[in-house]
């Protein structure tokens, strides 16, 4: 079979990467017979990477050409079928439309995999996710829980629906001789690995340590991770000083190792094979798949983890140890009694061990070349393809310029006569949440400068036009004289929705404080 790939892919640093190459390098053999691999590399702001020869073609988040490109290309190279790593965050547009013209496009079966499957979508992220999986032949899912959402929240039939794990290498490594080159030896070692960021909870785990310490104080605790790019783009190293400045705060600079790294699978699982407890502190119950978590269950290690949906069904049948969201205390106490217990902990490692044993590469590649040589056995059943009203290669590319010219430091001017700017119009709080509206989007689809320097100066006359009772005006002569004492209905409601929308997507925390 020829398998065409679209996804992110390394050496982009991205758990989806790392995930795409396992999966298709896992496929590459299917019996006596050799798969066909050519990979579709999803790319983010325009940044340049050294692709492996397997990668035909790059498509940039934001270039909606690219996609279509990207279909020809499928269309014509002779695949059989196209594989799609679906996550919110890396394909663009609002909640990743750009992909669907692709699907739209492709005259080959289509296989997904859902990384994320959210159980309260907005309007948008639950019409592009039910329009993916209309156009596909199979789904993909890691866990039961996954399959439940589809059926109930998008509506997909069960048939559509393959259950299959997340993958892990095939890679072990002897534990003493792990901790002997990390010089360990002496060491009781907790683990975290992954992209850093706020919803990671590694505080939990921090504030947990001075109750574990007491009872043993030979415990490390380490993370091995960047910063998430998205969050070192916005906020740069925010999270990790604040952890650093509660590190020397509650004196544990001898316990807890920050390791600012992202380091390739083998070196990875040297420090899973070393460590003796895996930590997965979490804040969001709402995760449906953690490639993190399945590396751990692969590698054998005792896992405790916050009760997120994957987890809570991973670790199931005491394969590992649940406590509380932001529960540091009720950490403690499962940290004490595991190390305390060392017949527990190895009863709990043989069963993860046991488990971890179903998921590695080549049993998940199998399955997925099973499942891909049953839909291209049955004839596909005839799908209608939506045609676009308007050809996205005809459309004008982005821009800011005629914003920035009915913009001045107190709002953008309410009309204009053609291209130039109305100022007998004045300003009105209508346009205003429009234009913050606007910049805000643009801002978080394309990171465009403009738009962040223009975004103060929307959010500055709408705090201006609020009266004490927390009402709005809504119009402003040129001369800058209040026209009204109350906007409108439909002013207020936009300006609530930009407001709102700034608040979801803030480039950085200073608009927490407005």
Not at 191 to 214: D, H, M, Q, S
Not at 319 to 325: A, N
Not at 365 to 394: C, H, M, Q, R
Not at 483 to 507: H, K, Q
Request: glycine residues 6%.
């Amino acid at each position: 079979m020829k398998l065409a790939y679209i996804g992110t892919y390394p050496p982009r640093e991205c758990g989806i990467g790392t995930f795409t190459q396992n999966l298709a390098h896992a496929m590459l053999k299917h019996g006596d017979e050799m798969n066909e691999i050519m990979v579709f590399a999803m790319n983010d702001y325009e940044q340049e990477y050294h692709y492996p020869p397997e990668v035909k073609l790059t498509i940039g988040q934001e270039q909606q050409t690219d996609y279509l490109e990207a279909a020809n290309f499928i269309n014509l190279s002779g695949a059989d079928a196209c594989i799609l790593e679906h996550e919110f965050g890396i394909y663009g547009g609002q909640s990743g439309v750009y992909i669907l013209p692709l699907l739209h496009r492709l005259s080959i079966p289509i296989i997904t995999t859902l990384h994320t499957i959210l159980d309260t979508p907005s309007y948008t992220e639950k019409a592009i996710l039910k329009e993916i999986c209309k156009m596909s032949d199979k789904v993909v899912v890691m866990s039961r829980k996954a399959v439940k959402f589809l059926i109930d929240i998008y509506d997909v039939s069960e048939y559509k629906i393959a259950l299959i794990e997340h993958g892990v290498p095939d890679i072990h490594f002897d534990k003493e001789q792990s901790r002997k080159e990390y010089r360990l030896n002496t060491k009781k070692l907790l683990l975290t690995f992954g992209f850093i960021g706020r919803n990671k909870g590694i505080e939990t785990v921090i504030k947990a340590l001075p109750k574990l310490i007491k009872e043993h104080p030979e415990v490390l605790y380490i993370v091995l991770g960047k910063t998430h790019p998205n969050v070192l783009r916005h906020d740069g190293e925010e999270y990790r000083n604040y952890l650093q400045v509660l590190i020397k705060k509650l004196k544990l600079g001898d316990h807890v190792l920050l390791l600012n790294e992202f380091i390739d699978e083998t070196e990875l699982f040297k420090y899973l094979s070393a460590c003796d407890i895996y930590i997965t502190p979490y804040l969001n119950e709402a995760q449906i798949t953690s490639g993190t978590l399945s590396y751990a269950m692969g590698s054998g290690c005792v896992v405790v983890s916050t009760p997120y949906w994957h987890a809570a069904e991973l670790l199931a049948g005491d394969k590992g140890r649940l406590f509380d969201f932001k529960d540091s205390d009720g950490l403690a106490l499962v940290l004490n009694e595991l190390l305390d217990n060392p017949d527990i902990l190895n009863e709990i490692q043989k069963k993860a061990a046991a488990y971890g044993q179903n998921l590695i590469w080549p049993k998940i590649g199998a399955s997925y070349t099973k499942l891909i040589s049953n839909v291209l056995a049955y004839e596909k059943p005839l799908v209608i393809k939506k045609k676009n009203a308007i050809d996205p290669l005809l459309l004008p590319p982005f821009s800011l310029v005629h914003i920035k010219r009915l913009t001045d430091d107190t709002g953008i001017i309410q009309h204009a006569k053609f291209g130039i700017p109305n100022l007998k119009e004045g300003y009105c709080l209508d346009d205003n949440a429009r234009a913050l509206l606007m910049v805000c989007m643009s801002y978080k689809q394309k990171k465009d400068v403009q738009a962040l320097e223009l975004m103060p100066i929307y959010l500055s006359y709408i705090h201006y036009m609020q009266n004490d009772d927390g009402s709005f005006r809504n119009f402003l002569s040129f001369n800058r004289n209040f026209l009204d004492e109350m906007g409108s209905e439909d002013s207020f409601g936009r300006t609530i929705w930009a407001l709102g929308y700034l608040l979801g997507n803030a480039p950085n925390d200073a608009y927490y404080q407005t």
